[in-house]
């Protein structure tokens, strides 16, 4: 056997043997560094008679050609075998750790896209009012049996000063400063004399829509709320409207919504009582129009399937994350 | 209001099963809060004949009583009086549900009990019963559930308070008769009255808050107990039943839902309606003794008030066992005057609640006789003659009602005959004025009629909403997108901090607000709770109360924010009130532990953060300076302040907070006040096209020295290509460094110019640290 045939016997058991990169790098500069066994015997080529010189040269010259690049090949592959293998991919990674709304956010943010889309234009209104606003003029003058309905925070040695039970009164404020066509939507506070309890909270959250011009009519509030609620419950959610009281609308309704199987009442509206557009100095003879009021709590509560109202202001962060988006 | 199946049907002719008519009164506006089989649970209740009655072997108290019944026979223990043989009693057999729970056998001292032989307590129909109950005229095949009419269904009806109408049942009956398209059945109320009876002189002085008062007496009658169908119902209904006399007015306030009063004639000389006098007392029917303030509508005899106009009568005044002849008084007061006494003296009574939301001014003769033909039927006696006392003009009131208006409004268009279809449903009768215009007569029952707005909401309750079709109206000119407030960009901003939005209630204690604002604060007169006394006047306390909650509940690293308003008194002024939009943050506790990342306590700069990042995203220049007087709240506090007026504030809280809202990790929170606030116009800027160069220099200050004040140094050296001056390493150590500090700056040059030369940008940090160097800081070697 030829020094080159035995070589290449070496050279191949020992890759069979290598796997890691430093392996293949060794078997290389064994063979083939500047003091390698096949670079020494290129150099002793020359002491060999010239006839065999030719034929040793050929071979050794072969065994550099092939396995020079072949231990390089084998090196980066396995370097990125190496490499791939130490990423573990079952440890967690760097995430980002964001925080999320609010689901009452979450809720206000869909309601101002339905709303801004039919052409409704967002407006504010304190939550400290007068008697007027938060009464009165909403055709619930003093000692109404209305008012019964609702308990009403007053502020200390702030006579006529109390805290609005609905967010009606925007409707009142409004309609002061804008004349027909009005088309608004308010989402705001308001404040009950109500302690906690599952379905009960001190203050809460509604929202607020009115739409006064000429020749609205039921039909045009129907269609608004019924789009309102397709949208956010899904087309085709069973609606039923029913006849109910509130002072400054008439006709007025309640809506309920059949969800999970059960009717679930959401909001309740009406036409805008004559009395009330009088209030703010609008002919009821020539303008008509719709409003309608909503707790956006009972929205998130139907919506995500929650229980207890109180879990809105308790702020755990148990509750929070579950409003990832 | 309560409302019995069986009794409804006395005035209308129901199509509907019990369980079915629940669909009708909600189709109808009345919600059907409960509603109830009355049989349900009852069907092992049998009439048994007592057959034995032994005496029990250990206990006196108790007797074995053998009973027969239809079929078969049975052996119970009771400890009732009057149980003798012969006699017929209801016995309620194992599996009966009974108002003390279910029947079953059970052991009684050592005797074995089959069943309980009932009491009207056991089964609900009375409060306390004496003995069990002893039926009359009755065999064994009487069904004892037919007898004592239970078969029968109760319903809770929420009225709303427009429509007092429906707080009786022949108003009830009315609606029911416009939607079945029914008669209503009018209850007999003619009587015979005696013209030899003499009335009591009846005066009113006050007609505004009585317009209308009649009386009559009903003489020689015999007060007792009413019979049993009258105490069924009236205690089904939620009234207790007293006398046949008292009970009669209560069954006509139910019937007819008109309240009704009777005197003992022999207590009262003449009837006066009037103020009271200052100081003038009354004790009441409720056993509580009033003092009357002046101009408490009152009905007087000559010496002294004898009851609170509507709402109760006196107690010396009331029909007892002895009386033999009363004065009946059917009366109508004015809503207003009526409610103002009732919130005056928190006194609701079946009858109050009926004046203050509005009683018929037409019905009470009709009442009066209604009344009158019971009492007589119940405890004999003569009637007399009605005095009726008026006002001038009590009638129909009339409203104008166009067809096309009462369409305008349901967006139905209805035809003439449509309308004149639902008021004859209704039972208004009208004249047809013109082709489309009508005068209707209104009832004076329905006092919530007014126009013509009213009339199209009857049309839709008598007809449903189905008939009216849907339609949306979308202006030309809409703005289209969705128009985001400042509020949702700032929101958007601190969420990838890992900041979670809460929303906390707007209440909060005194000792809060005063940790940490200075403002004059909004108080509540009517407070639920010492810890709701107070509008907020900071976001911090809500933050706290959350954050505590949730480092309590485990959580270690809790970071928060809400936007929101404050509410600060501003006496004096127009509006003495304001409510400035805020946003607070908090973090507490840790940073999130990861294996990449060693987890810290949160600090200041955590929330400082916060600013710097505002500062940038909103282009607005903050500067920060140590509070000169702190609030109570804070451990340490700085001043945000912009253009010079304070805007916020960044703290750590004080321990006694923290101790209050039992937290022992430190706090930092920052409040910034949003008034002024708005998104910057995005302008964009060239920049520079060729690469910027880094430079990073350590300086060596004194302690104490400011961060803020070494890179104002650093731009005062004035050099233009300097883009970016950062703080990437502030290093201490005594022993290294003995009382300096080394602060890092790494600096970023640039030019529009061309690419910097190294030699240029040497020049440029020897400039910088010339500059330095007049402050006294050296470059660190």
Redesign the interface.
């Known amino acids: 056997m030829t020094e080159a045939e035995n070589l290449r016997r070496e050279i191949e058991e020992e890759i069979e043997k290598a796997s890691s990169p430093e392996d293949f790098e060794n078997i290389r500069i064994k063979y083939f560094g500047k003091k390698g066994l096949v670079t020494k015997a290129l150099k002793s080529l020359k002491d060999l008679p010239i006839e065999k010189r030719k034929e040793a040269g050929a071979l050794l010259n072969a065994l550099k050609k092939e396995f020079e690049p072949l231990l390089k090949k084998k090196r980066e592959e396995a370097k990125v075998k190496a490499h791939k293998k130490s990423w573990d991919y079952t440890?967690?990674g760097?995430r980002?750790?964001?925080?999320?709304?609010?689901p009452?956010?979450l809720v206000e943010?869909k309601i101002?896209?339905i709303f801004?889309?039919?052409?409704f234009?967002?407006v504010d209104g304190?939550?400290?009012e007068t008697d007027w606003y938060n009464f009165e003029a909403l055709n619930v003058p003093p000692?109404?049996?209305?008012r019964?309905?609702h308990d009403t925070?007053?502020?200390?040695?702030?006579p006529g000063?109390l805290?609005r039970t609905h967010t009606s009164p925007v409707q009142i404020r409004t309609m002061e400063k804008i004349k027909p066509?009005v088309?608004v939507g308010h989402i705001g506070?308001v404040?009950r004399?109500d302690?906690f309890d599952a379905s009960h909270?001190?203050?809460f959250t509604q929202f607020e829509g009115l739409y006064v011009?000429k020749?609205?009519?039921?039909?045009?509030l129907?269609?608004?709320i019924?789009?309102f609620i397709y949208e956010l419950f899904g087309k085709g959610t069973e609606v039923?409207?029913?006849?109910?009281?509130f002072?400054f609308t008439?006709?007025?309704?309640e809506v309920y919504m059949k969800w999970k199987g059960e009717w679930m009442e959401i909001l309740g509206c009406g036409?805008v009582?004559?009395r009330v557009l009088k209030n703010v100095g609008i002919d009821p003879e020539k303008y008509?129009g719709f409003a309608f009021g909503m707790g956006v709590e009972r929205i998130a509560m139907i919506k995500y399937g929650i229980k207890d109202i109180r879990l809105?202001?308790?702020?755990?962060?148990?509750f929070?994350?579950q409003f990832k988006i | 209001m309560k409302v019995l199946y069986n009794w409804l049907r006395e005035y209308i002719d129901i199509k509907d099963s019990p369980e079915d008519l629940v669909e009708v009164f909600?189709?109808?506006?009345m919600?059907v809060e409960e509603s109830r089989n009355l049989k349900e649970g009852l069907s092992g209740l049998k009439t048994a004949l007592i057959e034995s009655v032994e005496e029990h072997p250990s206990d006196p108290h108790y007797k074995i009583v053998g009973l027969k019944l239809k079929d078969g026979s049975l052996k119970c223990v009771s400890g009732s009086e009057g149980l003798e043989r012969g006699k017929f009693v209801f016995v309620a057999t194992s599996g009966t549900k009974l108002a003390s729970g279910i029947v079953g056998k059970k052991d009684v001292k050592g005797v074995v009990s089959e069943g309980n032989i009932v009491s009207l307590e056991d089964l609900g129909l009375e409060d306390k019963s004496e003995t069990v109950f002893f039926p009359e005229n009755v065999d064994l095949d009487t069904s004892p559930v037919e007898y004592l009419g239970l078969d029968d269904y109760l319903y809770d009806l929420y009225i709303?308070?427009?429509?007092?109408d429906l707080l009786g049942y022949l108003g009830i009956a009315a609606e029911l008769g416009a939607f079945y398209r029914e008669k209503v059945h009018i209850p007999p109320y003619g009587v015979e009255e005696d013209p030899n009876i003499n009335v009591p002189s009846i005066k009113i002085e006050d007609s505004t808050g009585c317009p209308r008062y009649t009386g009559r007496v009903i003489s020689g009658i015999r007060v007792a107990k009413s019979p049993l169908w009258m105490r069924r119902k009236l205690y089904l209904s939620g009234i207790r039943p007293i006398s046949n006399v008292v009970d009669v007015t209560n069954y006509v306030l139910l019937e007819l839902g008109h309240p009704l009063h009777a005197f003992d004639l022999d207590k009262i000389d003449q009837i006066i309606v009037r103020g009271a006098r200052d100081g003038e007392k009354i004790l009441a029917l409720d056993g509580k003794e009033y003092t009357l303030a002046k101009d408490t509508l009152v009905i007087a005899d000559s010496n002294s008030p004898v009851a609170i106009a509507g709402i109760i009568g006196g107690e010396e005044s009331s029909v007892q066992n002895t009386t033999t002849s009363i004065f009946l008084e059917s009366a109508y007061f004015d809503?207003?005057v009526v409610?103002?006494s009732v919130?005056k003296y928190g006194l609701r009574t079946e009858s109050s609640i009926r004046f203050?939301?509005g009683a018929d001014y037409c019905i009470p003769p009709m009442a009066s006789s209604r009344a009158a033909r019971l009492i007589q039927e119940l405890a004999g006696g003569k009637i007399s003659k009605l005095v009726d006392v008026r006002v001038e003009g009590l009638g129909e009131r009339k409203i104008t009602v166009r067809t096309e208006r009462v369409s305008?409004?349901?967006?139905?268009k209805l035809e003439n005959r449509e309308l004149e279809d639902l008021l004859e449903r209704l039972n208004f009768s009208y004249e047809k004025l013109d082709s489309t215009e009508y005068r209707v007569h209104v009832p004076s029952r329905r006092r919530d009629i007014e126009?013509e707005?009213?009339i199209?909401?009857e049309y839709?309750?008598i007809n449903g909403?189905d008939g009216?079709?849907?339609?949306?109206?979308?202006?030309d000119n809409?703005?289209?997108?969705?128009?985001?407030?400042f509020s949702?960009y700032l929101?958007e901003y601190?969420?990838?901090?890992?900041?979670?939005?809460?929303?906390?209630?707007?209440?909060i204690s005194k000792r809060e607000h005063e940790w940490f604002s200075e403002a004059s604060p909004?108080?509540?007169?009517?407070?639920?709770s010492p810890d709701?006394a107070v509008?907020r006047t900071s976001l911090i306390p809500g933050l706290l109360?959350?954050g505590s909650?949730?480092i309590r509940?485990g959580?270690e690293d809790?970071?928060?924010?809400e936007i929101g308003?404050v509410?600060i008194?501003e006496k004096g002024k127009d509006t003495?009130?304001k409510?400035p939009m805020r946003l607070a943050v908090f973090a507490g506790g840790f940073t999130?532990r990861?294996?990449?990342?060693k987890n810290r306590k949160f600090d200041f700069y955590d929330v400082k953060g916060v600013l710097d990042g505002l500062s940038e995203f909103l282009n607005m220049k903050f500067t920060l300076v140590e509070s000169e007087k702190s609030l109570p709240g804070f451990l340490f506090s700085v001043d945000i302040l912009n253009n010079g007026r304070k805007v916020g504030i960044i703290g750590e809280i004080s321990p006694l907070v923290r101790k209050h809202f039992e937290v022992k990790v430190p706090l930092f929170v920052l409040e910034l006040d949003l008034e002024g606030l708005k998104l910057p116009l995005i302008k964009f800027s060239d920049f520079s096209r060729f690469p910027s160069v880094r430079r990073d220099v350590s300086i060596l200050v004194p302690k104490g020295t400011r961060a803020g004040d070494i890179i104002k140094y650093v731009l005062d050296a004035g050099i233009k290509e300097l883009e970016k001056v950062e703080v990437v390493d502030v290093f201490e150590d005594s022993k290294v460094l003995g009382d300096k500090v080394s602060f890092t700056l790494s600096l970023q040059f640039t030019s529009f110019e061309g690419t910097l030369e190294s030699s240029t940008v040497d020049e440029y940090v020897n400039r910088i640290l010339q500059v330095l160097k007049q402050h006294g800081y050296e470059q660190r070697a």
């Open positions: 440890l967690p760097r980002i750790l964001k925080g999320n709304l609010h009452l956010t943010l101002r896209e801004s889309s039919l052409g234009k967002f304190p939550y400290i000692h109404h049996p209305a019964e309905m925070f007053y502020v200390k040695n702030m000063l805290l066509p088309r506070r404040f004399v302690a909270a001190p203050a011009d020749g609205v009519s039921f039909r045009d129907k269609g608004t019924m789009h039923k409207f029913l006849p109910t009281f002072p008439e006709p007025s309704a036409m009582h004559p008509t809105f202001s308790e702020n755990n962060l148990k929070l994350r | 909600t189709h109808l506006g919600e709303t308070p427009n429509r007092p809503p207003r409610a103002k919130f203050m939301k305008g409004l349901i967006g139905i126009g707005a009213d199209a909401e839709l309750r909403f009216v079709s849907e339609h949306i109206h979308i202006p809409h703005p289209g997108d969705l128009p985001l407030d949702y929101r601190l969420l990838p901090g890992g900041f979670f939005e809460i929303k906390s209630v707007e209440f909004i108080e509540i007169a009517n407070p639920l709701m509008m109360r959350a909650l949730n509940y959580n809790v970071k928060l924010f308003r509410f008194g003495p009130f409510e999130s990861q294996w990449y990342k």
